[in-house]
T-cell receptor, first 114, second 117 residues
């Protein structure tokens, strides 16, 4: 069966510090991968998605970036965090099921920028 | 722009009773997929049920079923025999069916469901 991992689970960082969040998927090959952010009391916002190694598409321009160095690894980064980067970050994967992609989510990372 | 609207920020149901959560959406497409996700206090998003727009038959997963009204662009979730573990945020989402949907998953703002013992 497929599983998705995210770490760290919780992170507290000062403004201006770098960020690296990692997501890995097991039990599947060539998944589509996604990064979402959920601000407090709000819905999910798609940040990045990837359909393959080195292929990253950005949905929202900001000071975050994403990379996919391996087939089942997806990394979210920032060189300098802003207060507005605080939130809950969710990674998701999908493989074409039938005629569409059903997305399955990881446990998330709670990021607090102080 | 496509939108997904959940008009009920909060709902409450008595244990063992039935509750219906509403969702409407805006789209010009004829072929797409709809989802309901559950987010418990742990905050992990869990897929509850999905519906293909080209299917007239409403999807069902155990105690969870949907009422899909394509013409009205409505996609409600019915939870039967509600259990304490059903308490969570519920998100309605829509995606587009084409070669490589590539992240076109649009979420509503969610409905917080409380279950009273």
């Amino acid at each position: 069966s497929q599983t998705i991992h995210q770490w760290p689970a919780t992170l507290v960082q000062p403004v201006g510090s770098p960020l690296s969040l990692e997501c890995t998927v097991e039990g599947t090959s060539n998944p589509n991968l996604y990064w979402y952010r959920q601000a407090a009391g709000r819905g999910l916002q798609l940040l990045f998605y990837s359909v393959g190694i080195g292929q990253i598409s950005s949905e929202v321009p900001q000071n975050l970036s994403a990379s996919r160095p391996q087939d089942r690894q997806f990394i979210l980064s920032s060189k300098k965090l802003l207060l507005s980067d605080s939130g809950f970050y969710l990674c998701a994967w999908s493989v074409r099921l039938g005629a569409t992609d059903t997305q399955y989510f990881g446990p998330g990372t709670r990021l607090t920028v102080l | 722009a496509q939108t997904v609207t959940q008009s009920q920020p909060e709902m409450s149901v008595q244990e063992a009773e039935t509750v219906t959560l509403s969702c409407t959406y805006d789209t010009s497409e004829s072929d797409y997929y709809l989802f309901w996700y559950k987010q418990p206090p742990s905050r992990q998003m869990i897929l509850v049920i999905r519906q293909e727009a080209y299917k007239q038959q409403n999807a069902t997963e155990n105690r969870f079923s949907v009422n899909f009204q394509k013409a009205a662009k409505s996609f409600s979730l019915k939870i039967s025999d509600s259990q304490l573990g059903d308490a969570a945020m519920y998100f309605c989402a829509k995606t587009r069916n084409y070669g490589g949907s590539q992240g076109n998953l649009i979420f509503g703002k969610g409905t917080k469901l409380s279950v009273k013992p």
